[in-house]
């Protein structure tokens, strides 16, 4: 899987998709890909970040990784994504990204790439699935093949159980509440590894 060039692309507030997206890149290097770990630009207004101490210090702690570029995007063969939950959706912030992605759709620049996402909430049944399953229905317009982890590992059931992709509760005190570690990694190598299916596939026409 040596040749698979994944992006692994989080929005975080206050760093627990910044922590996923960091073991999911991880293992995607344990799983032989080329790896670039890449933040969305924050949109909030600086009166809503420096209002919430947490979140002014993860800005003031992921200063020098780099935001992801449309370039990027052309770059990666698979992608993983990890965003927190807002109402049920996607972050904003991850989604005005995407919305700046029309001019990639309209050339089919995305079309077959390979992709996964992860979530968060505050809450059990807080909206994690449905987060994910609403940044798919974006990329399903770009042509691009979901990886679902389903229950392919039995870290999956150890992990909450969410078939769709890797999702943890966040409590009061800013800790995860379930062990999700292994579930990302999982997911991750997942990813690496039909990316390089897709990869090999399209290469023998």
Known sequence: MA????AVIYYSATGTNYQMA?????????AGAEVKLLKVPETAPPEATN???AWKAHIEAVKD??????GDLEWADAFIFSVPTRYGVMAAQLKQFLDTTGGLWAQG?????????????????GGQEQTILSLY?????????????????PVIFGAGGN???TSVTVGQDGKM????????KHQAKRTVQVAGWVKAGLANG
């Open 177 to 184: 509440v379930e062990d999700v570690q292994a579930a990302v």
């Open 22 to 30: 960091q073991w999911a890149a991880e293992a995607g290097k344990e």
């Open 51 to 53: 209002s919430n101490p």
């Open 137 to 153: 229905t974006a990329l399903y317009h770009h042509g691009m093949i979901i990886a679902a982890p389903g229950y392919t590992d």
């Open 163 to 165: 078939p769709y992709g």
């Open 3 to 6: 040749n698979v060039k994944l």
């Open 65 to 70: 990784v780099p935001e992801v570029t449309h």
């Open 109 to 125: 620049k995305l079309a077959n790439k390979v992709a996964s996402a992860m979530s968060s909430a505050a809450n059990s049944h």
